[in-house]
């Protein structure tokens, strides 16, 4: 999105080719940007500028992509243009009302229908400039008002309920844009151009927390080492719970790269025990809760989750499917109403989960399914390449070679 907004030539190295960076393209592309195909080792970017994009002649399909959904309209806003968003079943039921708000008040026409997903019409004359407190701590939505405010030139301004990761901070920062941040406030100054970047995009955190569960749970025979992985502060919950469960994970070689911090994560079995996760943790780990879910169900002891209803409105309702696809293979499982409790125990898991088109349950259970005793298969295993295409053969690797 920023190397389509810039000025000049920006060249990102290590892309991700998954269905979700698929659909950020396939947007882009129909507003008029020049994004080169993505199985390229180094994608070439031709910025548009942040005045540059135009009013596409159909449909904006984000497929799964809330965070496509979601930071695409504070663009288009930003941009003074029109545009109908959709995207799959999945994703049509999430709430996009939470990202309309802000816009609608930045003087933005948003319509939804009833249920508050999608399809979006966003009817955009400009945008004026707004401060803005989210009910509920999202790092998408404040994305949305600092990329509305920046292409639309007015300035903006959030007040975080609670502390969200702030990849799109940094990496505004390192293109030349006057964002400041003081507290639970982050601030964007009017800027008329966003600088190219040369990337070479990190590691995903979340991903490499199920190899580092599957380590966790004594799942691989040697020590793994993860190489280039984002240590974002606020990508590492799911780390911290780790080890606090008792597994052996350390950070290596640790350095900087286009504004976020980047490290080498060594990982090793442990003895596992449950643990309590409170509220306060979960913005930091919403995305492996699922894995922590399946990690705790081979640990010594209780492990509960509050805090976390916001797992109800992601791909699926995870707290649901995390707690019955526990359950279909014999693990002992309840939901709350904003999280679940997992007892831990050693006997053989064995059945089918539905993972509801999900990829992090899938994944989850994949985990699961490669210890040695267990027999667990997942009904939809494409689901995963939203987000990591060829996890059940790097699954498959990492557990038989």
């Known amino acids: 999105m920023l190397a389509a907004l810039g000025r000049g030539t920006s060249r990102v190295r290590g892309i991700l080719q998954s269905a979700d960076v698929e659909a950020t393209a396939r947007v882009l592309r129909a507003l008029g940007a020049t994004i080169p195909p993505l199985d390229a080792a180094e994608l070439v970017i031709e910025g548009a500028g942040l005045r540059g994009l135009q009013t596409p002649s159909a449909a904006l399909d984000c497929a799964n992509s809330g965070t496509t959904a979601r930071l695409m309209a504070g663009v288009v806003a930003g941009a003074g243009l029109h545009a109908e968003f959709i995207g799959d ?118 991903s490499a927390a199920f190899i580092a569960g599957l380590a966790a749970l004594g799942g691989l025979r040697d020590d793994v080492r993860i190489e280039n992985v984002a240590v974002n502060p606020w990508r590492l919950g799911a780390f911290r719970a780790l080890r606090r469960m008792g597994a052996q994970l350390r950070f290596e070689d640790e350095a900087q790269q286009g504004g976020e911090p980047v490290a080498t994560l060594v990982c090793r079995r442990g003895e596992l025990r449950g643990i309590t996760i409170a509220p306060d943790e979960v913005p930091s780990l919403i995305d492996e809760l699922p894995l922590l879910a399946i990690v705790a169900a081979r640990a010594d002891g209780e492990t509960r989750v509050s805090g976390a209803a916001e797992l109800r409105v992601k791909e699926s309702d995870r707290i649901a499917a995390v707690v019955s696809g526990l359950r279909a293979v014999g693990a002992d499982a309840e939901e709350l109403p904003d999280g679940f409790v997992v007892r831990g125990s050693d006997r053989p898991l064995r059945g089918q989960v539905d993972t509801h088109g999900d990829h992090r349950i899938a994944m989850a259970f994949g985990v699961l399914g490669a210890l040695p005793g267990n027999a667990i298969t997942v009904d939809d295993p494409s689901c995963c390449a939203v987000s990591w295409p060829s996890f059940w053969d790097d699954l498959q690797r990492l557990t038989h070679d």
């Open 89 to 206: 079943a999945s994703l049509s039921r999430r709430p996009m009302g939470r990202v309309a708000a802000p816009l609608r008040a930045m003087g933005v026409d948003v319509e939804l229908p009833e249920h508050g997903g999608l399809p979006m019409q966003i009817r955009s004359n400009g945008v004026q400039g707004v401060t803005w407190r989210p009910a509920v701590a999202s790092a998408q939505v404040k994305s949305a008002v600092l990329l509305a405010g920046l292409v639309g030139n007015v300035p903006v301004e959030v007040q975080e309920p609670a502390p969200t990761r702030d990849h799109t901070e940094r990496m505004l920062q390192a293109r030349g844009v006057d964002l400041r941040v003081e507290g639970d406030t982050v601030s964007l100054l009017p800027t008329a151009r966003l600088d190219a970047a040369d990337v070479d995009v990190p590691g995903d955190p979340s």
